[in-house]
DNA sequence: TTGAAAGCGCTAACAA
DNA sequence: TTGTTAGCGCTTTCAA
């Protein structure tokens, strides 16, 4: 059925296509495009010839008369990470399917880059900008009063009327609280990355009001550090010196985790049986790489992106959902490492 | 000095730069492209319009006039994956800095969307496409006698002819085990993925003909498993039951190596002391999670973007270099689990 | 039902 | 030195 594609070696022009069918340009594009009344033979003719010349029409010319270019810009400071790939893909998905094509930037976290691949974007004309970054804290916006609507994806503008989807961290981390209370679990401790981000600030207010309603006390402070699997070990054995009696660990991210895994197994703990194990990000080849398997909270990062994109067809569209932040609801995903304890004896 | 890019909100033409200059359209035209010769004061006039108003030149209308675009598309089946991203930074990187916007497309790996995608850009007019997959097999080109250049990245196409960039991943083999012959080890095990992944049994190919020609035997047979931890740590079970002296593992991925550390762990090998271990993809959060951290071979990915982008503008500028496949050097990255062993005792 | 002509924003010849 | 004109490929009036 589908042919390869081939061999239109030569560019063909709509002018050829007329030509080919003996109609006028003028006639050619009414056949092609399905618009006026014509007479079938003739519309055939043009459509036949048409396909047989291999025809595409030239989207820089219609554009260029419609006044429009079907793309939109994707600009990232992640140099495309594993934060900002899925909300790509989540976007791309909402996109492609809409005819958008996009253009991807990197800006390698650097603001002249930003400005430069900006700039170059707006002179592109396209019709919508999609900023994604490595972190969610707000930061400043990619410029004021620019001529397309433009979303922040897994970051926000400082500029609150701006519109922005970010992943509910707070939320995650209440997720995972509740989860592990529903294991039984009551003497919980938390390993996370740097107090500097918000993504671990609001994940351990998460895990604390849980916590607090639960009426139970933390097992341990909060340890704020890395985020890395180095850290994750440390942070364990301070945890375990400082609440022996922990039954649970969640942890700011599944690398963390990890690093986490493997002390409490130096020290002869077991996971799940002894202590249960949540991570952060569903990050595939962590989690099932751990021992055990890793119950983690994922973000739904491909819906933030497909959000994003959605905000901002709507806002070409010309009826924009309305600025502010929307956050995007995580999900807990169990696995070995929270299996529910058995009972004592 | 770089002032926020703002409110260009209503799009300004050539024609009110133009007006506001009171010059003709054809005169601010050259005055904008430094083309011709005129009055400074004229030129000056008419830049500070067009900086005045805000303006930038329709790229659109200037493809079409030009015939060119100056976009490019990529179109990936790894979802924008692991080893993809790296090549696309390359690419982007060589691109970018030419002024041509690269179109990202995702196919999920479908030959359907493929197609698609391949059509769009055609009727885009982008002036070439690179294509990047997850596995460096041969795969069926995208197109025949396109009207563009195509060139393919960490693939290859089974056209012979067709421009193909990808790894050294026998080099890479060959790397792994000199290095660890430089560092005094002998018995030399191989754990690594499916057989049926060419890159898996080149790397064991690298490895096994550096081993015989140093007239040393392979510590046990070359083991194929999985892309996996879990089969680094089976894998290494296997080994350690074959070939019980064994002093060193060449791993064919870096996640295969994490497992084939742990069980050394859980076997009571000490890494580097009792056995060495050389992983391969330089992939950071895998290889510096591992305890000790991994010595690994690193194919330079963004190499082969670049190359690859490069080879495309060749092609696009009128001068291609030339079809067939260009193998780039892979690198040895020396970390803690190969540190050179003390003498024994 | 079809064709001719204007024009999208721009550049490059050529004329003035 | 500047302005005028034609035309890139296409769509869309409007006239035939």
Redesign the pocket.
């Known amino acids: 059925m589908a042919s390869p594609i081939e061999g239109t070696a030569k560019?063909v022009?709509?002018?050829d296509v007329a030509a080919a069918a003996?109609?006028?340009?003028?006639?050619a594009?009414?056949a092609?495009?399905g618009?006026?009344?014509?007479?079938t033979?003739?519309?055939d003719r043009v459509l036949a010839a048409a396909e047989r010349l291999g025809?595409?029409?030239?989207p820089l010319?219609?554009g260029?008369?419609?006044?429009r270019t079907y793309t939109v810009g994707l600009v990232t400071g992640d140099s495309f990470g594993r934060f900002s790939i899925p909300v790509m893909l989540g976007a791309e998905d909402a996109l492609g399917a809409g005819q958008i094509s996009v253009f991807m930037c990197d800006t390698r976290d650097d603001p002249i880059r930003e400005r430069h691949y900006v700039e170059r974007l707006l002179a592109r004309r396209v019709e919508g900008i999609i900023v994604t970054d490595r972190r969610t804290e707000p930061r400043p916006g990619i410029g004021r009063d620019l001529p397309v609507p433009v979303v922040y994806a897994m970051t926000q503008s400082t500029d609150e009327s701006d519109v922005s989807i970010i992943p509910d961290d707070e939320g995650g981390g209440a997720l995972a609280a509740r989860h592990l209370l529903a294991t039984g679990r009551t003497r919980i401790g938390h390993v996370t990355g740097p107090e500097g981000f918000q993504a671990a600030r609001l994940r351990a207010r998460g895990l604390a009001s849980v916590l607090a309603a639960a009426g139970l006390e933390p097992a341990g402070e909060a340890l704020f550090g890395q985020w890395s699997e180095e850290w994750g070990r440390q942070g364990a054995d301070i945890l375990l010196h400082a609440a022996p009696d922990v039954d649970a660990v969640f942890c700011g991210s599944d690398q963390i985790a990890r690093g986490v895994a493997e002390t409490l197994r130096d020290r002869g703990r077991r996971v799940p049986e002894d202590v249960a194990l949540v991570g952060f990000d569903n990050w595939e080849p962590m989690v099932l790489g751990c021992r055990p398997p890793l119950t983690t909270v994922d973000m739904n990062l491909g819906e933030i992106g497909r959000l994003a994109a959605r905000h901002l067809l709507d806002a070409i569209a010309g009826t924009p959902s309305g600025g502010g932040v929307t956050i995007v609801p995580a999900s807990l995903v169990p696995r070995e490492s929270t299996r529910r304890a058995t009972p004592k004896g």
Chains 1, 2 share one sequence.
Do not use: Y
Request: net charge positive; no cysteine; proline share 3%.
């Open positions: 560019t022009t709509i002018r003996e109609v006028s340009i003028g006639t594009s009414k092609l495009n618009r006026g009344r014509m007479r033979e003739t519309r025809f595409r029409p030239n010319a219609q260029l008369l419609a006044g």
